[in-house]
């Protein structure tokens, strides 16, 4: 198989899956904190802050990037495989051409360096770029045989992953805060359960017990009441619903 096929092909096999294969970054974090300087992993307040603030961030980048997104564009649509009823190419797209994944990075950044490890940030590193670089390469040979030309020529002054230009384009839509709860609320909470389960896990190598942060316990509950909110008003009602997204 020539190579061009067999990253395609693996980047589409990795892209139907993409929602829970990132749970292995979880499980190596928690393998790294308990082989790792148990000192270190003494709870602060300033950093782990620091630390939800930079998955915050990259959450906002998606929450930008869903919020003025088409419908059945910049989709979770891991079971069907890919999916583009036109091409996105303002707002973070007139950017990067993965804005996603863009935000997907800097969420995972967050839990990553809770670990405080710097060599297993760098592998972390290294392993996401390996992951993503397949995906995108699948998404993007999806994208240049139905857009052709107009692909070619967008992709030519848009970087795909780090912006080089700033060339920024208003959304062709208005921010839709719907849609964003609608297709959002589960990696919302997906946060703050990822950090629950590092500071559960890190005070039981500490202690010996089994239990959490105060902080963490509070923000873990209140995301997810979020999450169990949002999943209701999205299951029995249309008030999330939007028409063209």
Not at 21 to 28: G, S
Not at 54 to 67: A, C, K, M, N
Not at 71 to 93: C, P, W
Not at 145 to 164: A, C, H, L, Q, T
């Given at each position: ?15 139907k ?14 393998i790294?904190?308990?082989l ?17 603030g ?8 998606r ?9 059945n564009t ?18 973070f ?17 967050g839990?990553?360096?809770?670990v ?16 993503y670089?397949?995906?995108m ?8 045989r ?10 030519v002054?848009?970087s ?6 700033f ?13 964003v ?5 589960h ?14 896990f ?16 509070k ?7 979020f999450?169990?909110?949002m ?14 997204r």
């Amino acid at each position: 198989m020539a190579l061009v096929h067999e990253f395609e092909e693996s980047g589409n096999w990795l892209f139907k899956r993409r929602s829970w294969l990132p749970l292995f970054i979880v499980a190596a974090g928690l393998i790294m904190m308990f082989l790792g300087n148990r000192q270190a992993l003494l709870f602060d307040l300033r950093d782990e802050m620091i630390f939800l603030g930079i998955s915050l961030t990259g959450e906002l980048i998606r929450i930008f990037t869903v919020g003025f997104a088409p419908r059945n564009t910049s989709g979770r649509n891991t079971s069907t495989g890919q999916i583009a009823d036109e091409l996105n190419t303002t707002g973070f797209y007139s950017l990067v051409r993965h804005p996603l994944y863009l935000g997907n990075l800097i969420m995972w950044i967050g839990p990553v360096i809770f670990v405080r490890s710097p060599w297993f940030t760098v592998v972390f590193l290294l392993v996401y770029w390996l992951y993503y670089e397949r995906i995108m390469f699948a998404e993007e040979q999806f994208l240049r045989r139905k857009f052709g030309e107009i692909y070619d020529n967008w992709s030519v002054k848009v970087s795909s992953f780090i912006p080089y230009s700033f060339n920024f384009i208003p959304p062709k839509l208005p921010f839709s805060l719907r849609n964003v709860l609608k297709r959002e609320y589960h990696t919302i909470f997906n946060i703050f359960a990822i950090f629950a389960v590092l500071d559960l896990f890190r005070n039981y190598y500490l202690s010996g017990k089994i239990h959490m942060t105060p902080i963490w316990m509070k923000m873990f509950i209140g995301a997810a009441s979020f999450w169990v909110l949002m999943r209701l008003i999205h299951k029995a009602t249309r008030l999330l619903e939007v028409e063209g997204r």
